[in-house]
Nanobody, 129 residues
Framework: QVKLVVSGGISVQAGGALRLTCEVS??????????LAWFRQGPEKEREGVAL???????KYVDSVQGRFQISRDDAKDLVYLAMISLSPEDTGVYYC?????????????????????WGQGTQVTVSS
């Protein structure tokens, strides 16, 4: 059974920084060709993708986090990271580590919830003003 387990959620002050780590396990094949993304769901909001990294290390971000968030991966350790700086209360939400369908990975729809093949557990990030 594939698992995407997240650690690092916490409460921080506005302007602070945080790094989330996702440990990937349970795959029966090499993970180097997976398309991985971080999604989040804010209070009374739909889930949305915020950052994606494809098998080649290419990254995508939604405008609201561009320049503040950085996604990276370490396939040797089966880890995916989301480094976040300059956090604001608008970044508050539950953050999910996900695998995105390959067919969606290279499209502009990658940030939609329907692009997700596997949802990992979520972790709460709360940014206070």
């Amino acid at each position: 059974q594939v698992k995407l387990v997240v650690s690092g959620g916490i409460s921080v002050q506005a302007g602070g920084a945080l790094r989330l780590t996702c440990e990937v396990s349970g795959y029966t094949y090499s993970g180097v060709d997976r398309c991985l993304a971080w999604f989040r769901q804010g209070p009374e909001k739909e889930r949305e993708g915020v950052a994606l990294i494809d098998a080649y290390g290419n990254t995508k971000y939604v405008d609201s986090v561009q320049g503040r968030f950085q996604i990276s991966r370490d396939d040797a350790k089966d880890l995916v990271y989301l480094a976040m700086i300059s956090l604001s209360p608008e970044d508050t939400g539950v953050y999910y580590c996900t695998e995105v369908y390959r067919t969606s990975c290279e499209t502009d729809d990658w940030h939609m919830a329907t692009a997700v093949r596997i949802w990992g557990q979520g972790t709460q990030v709360t940014v206070s003003s």
